[in-house]
């Protein structure tokens, strides 16, 4: 049974940078594809990046595109999500999932264990 934690979520003004980590505890997630998404209040969640099971391939929305970077640890069980320019549009609770694959999905039916969230709150 693998159990997320996500951190490094808070306040930030427009331009800023934040880096979000996801610890797991489990043995297995090490083995598994991890995505990040997000949920702004009154909106779908949204798929915003993925990291397969090797770290070989890694996937952006458009609207984070050339802003967030995905990286695994292997070491430390981590994944982490790194926002740069953050604007308020990525004003969020971010979540990451895990999927038992090697290769990340879009949906969210596709993953098998999820985090609580931390908010993200970008300030103009």
């Known amino acids: 049974q693998e159990q997320l934690l996500e951190s490094g979520g808070g306040l930030v003004q427009a331009g800023g940078s934040l880096r979000l980590s996801c610890a797991a505890s489990?043995?297995?997630?090490?083995?598994?594809?991890v995505g990040w998404f997000r949920q702004a209040p009154g909106k779908e969640r949204e798929f915003v990046a993925g990291?397969?099971?090797?770290?070989?391939?890694?996937y952006y929305s458009d609207s984070v595109k050339d802003r967030f970077t995905i990286s695994r640890d292997y070491a430390k069980n981590t994944v982490y999500l790194q926002m740069n320019s953050l604007k308020p549009e990525d004003t969020s609770v971010y979540y990451c999932?895990?999927?038992?694959?090697?290769?990340?999905?879009?949906?969210?039916?596709?993953?098998?264990?999820w985090g609580q969230g931390t908010q993200v709150t970008v300030s103009s």
């Open positions: 990291i397969s099971r090797n770290a070989l391939s890694t």
């Open positions: 489990g043995r297995t997630f090490n083995t598994y594809s």
């Open positions: 999932a895990s999927r038992a694959a090697s290769v990340y999905k879009k949906t969210e039916n596709e993953y098998n264990y």
